[in-house]
């Protein structure tokens, strides 16, 4: 069964160090996101992703976050200049469709910033 | 914004039924998605209620929709140890799209 992938599952850099999470989402699918879940809070949206460009985003992803799809099958998010609160479980998925496009999520990279 | 709202645990014994509720702010949500965490794991989806449908049964899952009262509930029938879990509800929002979770209930099967 496709799944979605994500690397590393453990990351931790220093506070100020620029960080790539990188994810393969399941292969037919156009429609990208990025949630993140910090310690005890909710799953929080971050962004969308489709066609190349970004298509919706939350009031967390500021200019300290990119994301890319640098060839066909990668899917990466991008912490410019990481900060103690950025700390979380990032979460990639993907869906076939927008509307009502199950999305189907990987299984995390935990980001420590120290 | 949405706001959903579960409640944070739930107990039952293996063979009961268990109900997960939940409540949301955003009647133009279209479909409504469970999720389940194990630990360690992501987030898997497990169903989903379109809106305009009051109930959608898939094995022994069961999903309630009470749209005007914005309510959604989970009903899990013969309870599993392995579905001990951590379970979310997710309105999509955002025009279709963005999933906005609840607080997650973790769910307790005991023998």
């Known amino acids: 069964e496709p799944e979605v992938t994500q690397t590393p599952s453990h990351q931790v850099t220093q506070m100020g160090q620029e960080v790539i999470l990188r994810c393969v989402p399941i292969?037919?699918?156009?429609?990208f996101y990025w949630y993140r879940q910090i310690l005890g809070q909710k799953v929080e949206f971050l962004v969308s992703?489709?066609?190349?460009?970004?298509?919706?985003k939350s009031e967390i992803f500021d200019d300290q976050f990119s994301v890319e799809r640098p060839d066909g099958s990668n899917f990466t998010l991008k912490i410019r200049s990481t900060k103690l609160e950025d700390s979380a479980m990032y979460f990639c998925a993907s869906s076939a469709l927008q509307g009502h496009g199950e999305q189907y999520f990987g299984p995390g990279t935990r980001l420590t910033v120290t | 914004g949405e706001d959903v709202e579960q409640s944070l645990f739930l107990s039952v014994r293996e063979g009961d039924s268990s109900v997960i509720n939940c409540t949301y702010t955003d009647s133009s949500s279209t479909y409504l998605y469970w999720y389940k965490q194990e630990p360690g794991a992501g987030l898997q989806l497990l169903t989903y209620?379109?809106?305009?449908?009051d109930m959608k049964q898939d094995q022994r899952l069961t999903v309630l929709l009470n749209k005007k009262d914005k309510h959604l509930s989970l009903r899990i029938a013969d309870t599993q140890t392995g579905d001990s879990a951590i379970y979310f509800c997710?309105?999509?929002?955002?025009?279709?799209?963005?999933?906005?979770f609840g607080t997650g209930t973790q769910l307790k099967v005991e023998l």
């Open positions: 992703f489709y066609n190349n460009e970004i298509s919706e």
């Open positions: 292969s037919n699918h156009l429609y």
């Open positions: 209620i379109f809106s305009n449908m």
């Open positions: 997710a309105p999509l929002t955002g025009g279709g799209n963005k999933l906005t």
